[in-house]
């Protein structure tokens, strides 16, 4: 939409446009607050990720900068793809970056070698599978209950952060 001064539109059709207008900016920055307050929960693969971690080490094990964990066995990250709610959270709250600047972070660690490319999935459901099948796999999902099939990995003592 082209917004183009009209000189025959009147001033309390303009004060009305603006006050709908000014409610969706502010509807807006609201959801946009509030999906950054989505708690998230890491789970693991029962084999080879530890129990509990600080966010300094998961920050740095989603940053493909730790690729193995303590016992050997291969960090595989699974992550929300970053069109989903989720995805842009996790972007946000752990990468501190928009969607797709995650991915041009991983594009480049993968083109210059340093990292495999995480593992990209549309839904939690499909992703808590992937974790509990693949040894040494990670994620992190919205949900608060994960099945016995993974680990709910702690950061800095808590369930979600």
């Not at 001064?5 to 807006?28: E, Q, T």
């Not at 970053?82 to 660690?109: C, E, R």
Request: hydrophobic share 40%; no cysteine.
């Amino acid at each position: 939409m082209l917004l183009v001064f009209n000189p025959n539109r009147s001033p309390s059709r303009i004060k009305r446009n603006m006050k709908y207008l000014m409610i969706a900016l502010l509807l807006l920055v609201m959801h946009v607050a509030k999906s950054q307050d989505m708690p998230l929960t890491v789970i693991s693969n029962q084999k080879g990720a530890p129990a509990t971690l600080n966010l300094t080490e998961l920050k740095s094990i989603f940053k493909g900068e730790r690729q193995r964990w303590r016992n050997g066995t291969k960090v595989v990250i699974a992550l929300m793809k970053p069109n989903t709610a989720t995805g842009k959270v996790i972007s946000n709250k752990l990468y501190n970056m928009s969607s797709d600047d995650v991915n041009k972070y991983w594009l480049a660690l993968v083109f210059q070698g340093k990292a495999d490319s995480p593992v990209s999935f549309d839904s939690e459901t499909a992703l808590e599978s992937f974790v509990a099948s693949n040894p040494g796999a990670i994620g992190i999902v919205q949900l608060n209950d994960a099945t016995s099939d993974v680990q709910v990995t702690l950061v800095d003592g808590k369930k979600t952060f």
